[in-house]
T-cell receptor, first 114, second 112 residues
Framework: AQSVTQLGSHVSVSEGALVLLRCNYS??????LFWYVQYPNQGLQLLLK??????LVKGINGFEAEFKKSETSFHLTKPSAHMSDAAEYFC????????????FGAGTILRVKS | DAGVTQSPTHLIKTRGQQVTLRCSPK?????VSWYQQALGQGPQFIFQ???????QRGNFPDRFSGHQFPNYSSELNVNALLLGDSALYLC???????????FGSGTRLTVV
């Protein structure tokens, strides 16, 4: 069965500092991986996705993630945090790009300090 | 272009009642999935509809049922509501081809 582990339920960074949100997955087949962001009282917005091809994926708002098969990881990074990045971030895995469910991690709440 | 539209946005029901939540997918999308997000948790997959049939189902009891209409819109029905059904219910639509899911803003259900 697929699963996702997000290390750190809360991450706090200073404005302008590097953002690193960790995600490890378990999948019996080549995974499709996603990062979503959720602002308070809102739905989920897709930040980026890995399906096939280049393992370094660039997304919206300056975020990127690297698929590392050997480490079963898909960590999310952003070079310089902005106050508007404060939100909850979810990593998800699907073993079929569509026609199959997304399995989400428990989420990481990012706090950005001024 | 409208994204995924869910209604209502908020709902309060009494234990034992029944509720219907509605979802209109993003234009051009033919697949609709429903997720339950309890407070402080990640979304949990309920089921997915494609071509008006339930294609896949998560670990939810039969009290949770759904429907997809010819225009691809969908309903989620929950019978015999329990306090534990209180959650944010998210609808996600997609094309049945590689891409990404688009989520709605959700329906916040409170069972009292």
């Amino acid at each position: 069965a697929q699963s996702v582990t997000q290390l750190g339920s809360h991450v706090s960074v200073s404005e302008g500092a590097l953002v690193l949100l960790r995600c490890n997955y378990s999948s019996s087949v080549p995974p499709y991986l996603f990062w979503y962001v959720q602002y308070p009282n809102q739905g989920l917005q897709l930040l980026l996705k890995y399906t096939t091809g280049a393992t370094l994926v660039k997304g919206i708002n300056g975020f990127e993630a690297e698929f590392k098969k050997s480490e079963t990881s898909f960590h999310l990074t952003k070079p310089s945090a902005h106050m508007s990045d404060a939100a909850e971030y979810f990593c998800a895995v699907s073993d079929v790009p569509h026609g199959n469910k997304l399995v989400f991690g428990a989420g990481t709440i990012l706090r950005v300090k001024s | 272009d409208a994204g995924v539209t869910q209604s209502p946005t908020h709902l309060i029901k009494t234990r034992g009642q029944q509720v219907t939540l509605r979802c209109s997918p993003k234009s051009g999308h033919d697949t609709v999935s429903w997720y339950q997000q309890a407070l402080g948790q990640g979304p949990q997959f309920i089921f997915q509809y494609y071509e008006e049939e339930e294609r896949q189902r998560g670990n939810f009891p039969d009290r949770f049922s759904g429907h997809q209409f010819p225009n691809y819109s969908s309903e989620l029905n929950v019978n015999a509501l329990l306090l534990g059904d209180s959650a944010l219910y998210l609808c996600a639509s997609s094309l049945d081809t590689p891409g990404g899911y688009t989520f709605g803003s959700g329906t916040r259900l409170t069972v009292v």
